[in-house]
């Protein structure tokens, strides 16, 4: 199973961004898929999570109104749309297939992609 986040970059705040999570060697469209940010010196820490239904979605407070998560189900594809970013979300960003537990919880999920870089300049 490989996950390959890309769309990462630079830019400023209240800009946006979409990021995607190719998966290769295993359906993700029918898996519970999420989204965690890892900012320096903090720890990784949960975004937003798509069900396998593709109907629920799940995000942190800091990101509710602001962050999106969707899939493509014909491309494999999972994406985070990001609107009004702020310099505090700046962060790599992983996305990872759901194993079982607690959506918030990064051992919940047991396949994770190498992270993209999203930094927000004020």
């Known amino acids: 199973v490989q996950l390959v986040e890309s769309g990462g970059g630079l830019v400023q705040a209240r800009g946006s961004l979409r990021l995607s999570c190719a998966a290769s060697?295993?359906?993700?469209?029918?898996?519970?898929m999420g989204w965690f940010q890892q900012a320096p010196v903090k720890e990784r820490e949960f975004v937003a999570a798509?069900?396998?239904?593709?109907?629920?979605?799940y995000s942190s407070d800091s990101v509710k109104g602001r962050f999106t998560i969707s899939r493509d189900k014909a491309k494999n594809t999972v994406y985070l749309q990001m609107n009004s970013l702020k310099p505090e979300d700046t962060a790599v960003y992983y996305c990872?297939?759901?194993?079982?537990?607690?959506?918030?919880?990064?051992?919940?999920?047991?396949?994770w992609g190498q992270g993209t870089q999203v930094t927000v300049s004020s």
């Open positions: 990872a297939a759901y194993r079982s537990g607690n959506l918030w919880h990064v051992r919940s999920y047991d396949y």
């Open positions: 060697g295993r359906t993700v469209s029918s898996e519970t």
């Open positions: 798509i069900m396998w239904s593709g109907v629920s979605t």
